[in-house]
């Protein structure tokens, strides 16, 4: 049984561009909760989804990000006009169910704006 | 005052003592308590849950929950250099799926 699976692990974008993060939850897990971590810092929620559906983005900024769960395929966290300050590692975790339960980690893609 | 705390540390430990690490949480609401560990460059791996005051144990760890005191914490016995790594405590939030993390307190075993 496969783990959460992130891709790419290493991405590097230039000032400007657009960068696209992308997770396959575990199997059978239709939750998926994305992560921002900077450099000694903790982990700081962004976005949670189901199955098309965005359940909680309080965490995300309101500008330049955006996520999608679609009814096919992985989750993708989208960063338009990436700036330095986006160079962080963005971690997915999927769950069985929303409320109360285990999340498991993919590892991480690791996001370097230059 | 953070909605969950923890001593960053490093908190240095001999090799084969108990480590003991602690957490506190200001939502007296929360019913969902896990330890995470993360090593460095890596991804945070759950260790432990709990969710219900007392205590857990699996293997070499336990869990420690007191629900009227807000704090959970986690035991390592027989300590060993690769738990050497940071500990993330996690507690659910008002919304019951979203987490909220703690800053971590990192861990070192000294051999």
């Known amino acids: 049984n496969a783990g959460v699976m992130q891709n790419p692990r290493h991405l590097v974008r230039r000032r400007g561009q657009e960068a696209r993060l992308r997770c396959s939850p575990m199997?059978?897990?239709?939750?998926v909760y994305w992560y921002r971590q900077l450099p000694e810092e903790g982990l700081k929620f962004m976005v949670y989804l189901q199955k098309e559906n965005i359940i909680d983005e309080s965490g995300m900024p309101k500008e330049r990000f955006s996520a999608e769960f679609p009814k096919e395929g992985p989750s993708i966290l989208r960063i338009q006009q990436v700036v330095r300050g986006d160079s962080a590692a963005y971690f997915c975790?999927?769950?069985?169910?929303?409320?109360?339960?285990?999340?498991?980690f993919g590892q991480g893609t690791r996001l370097t704006v230059v | 005052q953070k909605e969950v705390e923890q001593n960053s540390g490093p908190l240095s430990v001999p090799e084969g003592a108990i480590a003991s690490l602690n957490c506190t949480y200001s939502?007296?609401?929360?019913?969902?308590f896990f330890w995470y560990r993360q090593y460095s460059g890596k991804s945070p791996e759950l260790i432990m849950s709990i969710y219900s005051n007392g205590d857990k144990e699996d293997g070499r760890f336990t869990a420690q929950l007191n629900k009227a005191s807000q704090y959970v914490s986690l035991l390592i016995r027989d300590s060993q250099p690769s738990d050497s790594a940071t500990y993330l405590c996690a507690v659910n939030g008002r919304s019951n799926y979203q987490l909220i993390w703690g800053a971590g307190t990192k861990l070192i075993i000294k051999p």
């Open positions: 199997k059978g897990h239709s939750h």
């Open positions: 975790a999927s769950s069985i169910q929303g409320e109360n339960t285990e999340a498991f």
């Open positions: 939502d007296r609401g929360s019913q969902s």
